[in-house]
């Protein structure tokens, strides 16, 4: 049975030519209405950085506990977040447990001079004293993540042929979260919870998210336009890709802000633990979201500005 994922490969828009991009933006425009999500190659980004990033963060996430709690933050800041202070799956409205992770988070941390918006969008990163070489590795990966991001969106722009800063006039400032995610084994978390997941069902909630994952069995899945769960596909060189809930409504629905979840461990695999580099794009954080009503949407939304939007889902998946 085919994947409900697409594999893209970028290359074809990079070599510039009219046809190539043409191609790719189309693939693109099916993919997010069918999807929500796709696999791309071709990016340009080195597997060298992908594999330090997660290699220092794994020492990380391996100190002592009393060591990692001196960085620790709530959902939101930068730092370490700890177990059982993240349930995503509350963003539905399902009370469940905790999600079975532990994370490290920075962001962008470039002040705009506004003290409340500065507070929180664009708060000083913390890095971990303990492992230096983190901080590097992790600053260029996201300098990479946002060039690839402000990239799509403008693959984006020409998939719906509009002018293609329709979505990047937006990102001169923006607001961004790189997320480092650890997976602990069965071994170390014990037996999960009944509903309890390693990331429990939600979507994302900012334009683009790009997501480097290991495989593993208790994997990523996606929720189909027929409410099954897929297991998604993996390829080592791809990144897989999806948009958030800002970037369906953006669209007017065209695009899917896709459900999707990441399984607990499992007793097949009692020692697997994986960690998950994940880039959540947004907008400048003062960006007034007028959706793009038929005919290239199904439907218009209100206008909304892009930081009330956000700050109400982050809210909502906090464990209180």
Same mark, same amino acid.
Request: glycine residues 8%; contains cysteine; proline residues 8%.
């Given at each position: ?129 303990? @492992? ?5 590795? #992790? %600053?260029?990966?996201? =300098? &990479?993540? /946002? ?5 799509? $969106? ?86 897989? @890709? ?5 970037? #369906? %409504?953006?669209?007017? =629905? &065209?695009? /899917? ?5 990441? $399984? ?57």
């Amino acid at each position: 049975m085919a994947s409900s994922v697409p594999l893209v490969d970028l290359g074809p828009w990079f070599e510039g030519t009219a046809e190539g991009k043409a191609q790719v933006a189309a693939r693109i425009d099916e993919a997010l209405q069918d999807s929500g999500f796709l696999l791309v190659t071709g990016h340009g980004v080195p597997r060298e950085l992908r594999t330090a990033t997660r290699e220092l963060a794994r020492k990380f996430f391996a100190l002592p506990e009393d060591v990692k709690a001196k960085y620790t933050v709530a959902v939101g800041g930068r730092g370490w977040l700890p177990p059982g202070v993240e349930a995503n799956a509350y963003a539905e409205g399902t009370e469940t447990p905790p999600d079975l992770k532990e994370s490290y988070s920075v962001g962008a941390d470039a002040a705009v001079g506004d003290a409340e918006i500065d507070a929180f969008w664009f708060q000083p990163n913390v890095w971990p004293a303990e @492992i230096p070489e983190l901080a590097v590795a #992790a %600053r260029e990966y996201m =300098d &990479r993540m /946002r060039a690839l991001s402000d990239e799509l $969106l403008t693959i984006f722009a020409v998939a719906l042929k509009l002018p293609q800063d329709h979505f990047t006039r937006h990102t001169g400032h923006p607001t961004y979260t790189f997320n480092i995610n650890w997976y602990p084994p069965m071994t170390a978390v014990g037996t999960p919870e009944a509903d309890q997941f390693r990331i429990g069902p939600h979507t994302d909630f900012g334009t683009v998210t790009v997501l480097d994952r290991q495989a593993g069995v208790g994997g990523l899945q996606v929720c189909t336009a027929d409410g099954e769960w897929d297991d998604a596909p993996f390829d080592a060189e791809a990144f897989t @890709i999806n948009i958030g809930d800002l970037m #369906a %409504r953006w669209t007017g =629905d &065209r695009w /899917r802000s896709t459900r999707h979840r990441v $399984l607990p461990p499992d007793d097949s695999a009692p020692d697997e633990d994986l960690v998950s580099l994940i880039f959540f794009y947004e907008t400048d954080h003062d960006a007034r979201i007028a959706s793009l009503g038929p005919p290239i949407g199904r439907t218009g939304y209100p206008e909304v500005l892009a930081s009330e939007y956000l700050k109400e889902k982050l809210d909502a998946i906090t464990v209180s």
